[in-house]
């Protein structure tokens, strides 16, 4: 696990190509070079990056949580969401006196530096999901960045919008938020999945969103897999030993995670043998039970790793954090695991 796994990982890759093989003991003494002297020098700087959140308007939500803060602008008729996290997205364009390694690392540490700051944009669209069921997103009309003494100048500013009575709905929200940590993959793709069968939902993507919901369980049930070693199996065996982990002992809601499995294997994921066209009619009560037991079983696992913590949400530093945390944030932003 930690860096050591991940330089292996990034040197396997690079390793598979014939053009690169010969820049790998290069790559190697940069990358040590970076995780020795750089990272820690940087851990004194910040970015502060802020976007508007698409479906909000109406959203009266303003609070300041770590390094997450967000108001209500009826300028933008939005919610603004701004996020300081470090400042890796820049500056490695001379890491190396190699141009290809120099190219490399630029590349990777905008990737790795996205994926931590849209972890916590995911940490406020699922704590949004739960607190009022609408699927958000973080690509909205403003992207804005600053970083080194023009953060800190920005971050000012952007306090002054704040409200500083907080609403019903932003207390609930912050709740929430208190849960997520999306900088763990596997709480990442959850919210994802259960934002995006919301967001099909309320498209009328019925079909879709069932399966969007069965990825977000599938993906829960494999995080608990890998954290208690279990064996792959069937759903319904691997059910077992999850809901025990989980405490997610209510017989409904396991009985509407069964039925979700059923539907997605005889309807949603596969061509149905028959009565494809009155899919909804059909199941429209079981679908309404189904998306409060996804609910209920989401909240479960934000709250059973919230306990049970891997990934550090707010580290003090961040050089650190990436010495411990590189391997699993390379295999969620990089190549080697796509088709």
């Known amino acids: 696990?930690?860096?050591?796994?991940?330089?292996?990982?990034?040197?396997?890759?690079?390793?598979?190509?014939?053009?690169?093989?010969?820049?790998?003991?290069?790559?190697?003494?940069?990358?040590?070079?970076i995780v020795t002297n750089i990272l820690p020098q940087r851990d004194s700087e910040c970015l502060f990056l802020i976007r508007d959140f698409k479906n909000t308007s109406n959203l009266n939500i303003n609070?300041?949580?770590?390094?997450?803060m967000c108001y209500y602008s009826d300028e933008e008729?939005?919610?603004?969401?701004?996020?300081?996290?470090?400042?890796?997205?820049?500056?490695?364009?001379?890491?190396?006196?190699?141009n290809f390694i120099s190219k490399q690392i630029d590349i990777l540490f905008h990737f790795i530096s996205q994926y931590i700051y849209r972890s916590y944009q995911i940490n406020m669209i699922g704590a949004i999901a739960l607190s009022t069921d609408i699927p958000?997103?973080?690509?909205?009309?403003?992207?804005?960045?600053?970083?080194?003494?023009?953060?800190?100048?920005?971050i000012e500013k952007f306090k002054t919008f704040i409200e500083e009575n907080t609403s019903e709905l932003s207390l609930k929200t912050l709740g929430y938020l208190r849960l997520i940590n999306a900088l763990d993959p596997f709480i990442n793709k959850s919210i994802f999945y259960y934002t995006r069968s919301l967001e099909l939902y309320s498209s009328e993507f019925t079909e879709e969103a069932l399966t969007a919901a069965d990825n977000m369980v599938d993906v829960i049930f494999q995080s608990i897999k890998n954290r208690i070693n279990a064996p792959t199996q069937e759903r319904k065996e691997m059910c077992k030993y999850v809901y025990k982990e989980l405490k997610f002992y209510d017989e409904t809601d396991k009985h509407n995670l069964e039925r979700l499995y059923l539907l997605r294997c005889r309807f949603t994921a596969h061509p149905s043998k028959s009565k494809w066209w009155d899919f909804y009619e059909i199941y429209e009560d079981d679908i309404e039970q189904i998306k409060l037991s996804v609910r209920k079983l989401l909240i479960k696992y934000l709250k059973y790793e919230n306990k049970n913590r891997l990934i550090d949400a707010h580290p003090t530093?961040?050089?650190?954090?990436?010495?411990?945390?590189?391997?699993?944030?390379?295999?969620a932003v990089w190549f080697h695991e796509i088709p």
């Open 1 to 33: 696990m930690g860096y050591d796994d991940f330089k292996n990982k990034i040197c396997m890759y690079y390793n598979s190509f014939e053009n690169t093989k010969n820049k790998v003991e290069s790559l190697k003494s940069t990358l040590n070079n």
């Open 77 to 98: 008729n939005a919610l603004v969401v701004g996020v300081v996290c470090p400042n890796w997205s820049n500056g490695w364009k001379n890491i190396s006196k190699n």
């Open 317 to 331: 530093l961040w050089s650190q954090w990436f010495i411990e945390n590189c391997d699993i944030v390379y295999d």
């Open 136 to 154: 958000t997103d973080f690509r909205g009309n403003t992207l804005k960045s600053t970083c080194d003494e023009y953060a800190i100048q920005e």
């Open 63 to 68: 609070f300041i949580y770590h390094n997450m």
